[in-house]
């Protein structure tokens, strides 16, 4: 289980989605996107959907210039507040070498097709963050 240090709420049980998932977080740099959606709209089935579409993302960005070749992703296990919002949170993690070759990634037409998959109705938003957490591993 890996808590957020941003938000102890937000503990999530990791699903390994390509590769070596523990090398997202032992990479250089580690993309943290959280989507925030209405509570009502997720269930059990909507949760197994949701994993298995960022699990055909990330194993496209395999094939980038400066993915690590890991990533994990996984449901908060308690609700959060997002904007007002009592929600539930999904959580992806991807391994990078440098936010430049993410950059690079996410301006190719895969990238963006995949990335819009994963926004759904009852979406209240998403975040995306960069941190170097290979040095606090």
């Known amino acids: 289980m890996l808590t957020c240090p941003y938000d ?7 699903v390994p989605t390509f590769g070596y998932y523990l090398q997202a977080f032992e990479a250089p740099l580690t993309e943290i996107m959280t989507w925030y959606y209405h509570s009502s709209v997720v269930t059990p089935e909507f949760e197994a959907l949701l994993i298995q579409v960022f699990s055909n993302f990330a194993t496209g960005l395999y094939q980038h210039r400066g993915h690590t070749g890991a990533s994990a992703c996984g449901w908060a296990v308690r609700t959060v507040e997002y904007q007002g919002e009592t929600c539930k949170a999904f959580m992806g993690f991807v391994g990078w070498l440098d936010v430049y070759a993410h950059k690079e990634a996410s301006m190719t037409a895969a990238f963006q097709v995949s990335i819009r998959c994963l926004q759904y109705d009852g979406s209240l938003g998403a975040t995306v963050m960069h941190v170097p957490l290979g040095t606090h591993v």
Do not use: P, V, Y
């Not at 102890?8 to 990791?14: E, F, G, M, W, Y």
């Open 8 to 14: 102890s709420n937000a503990q999530t049980t990791l």
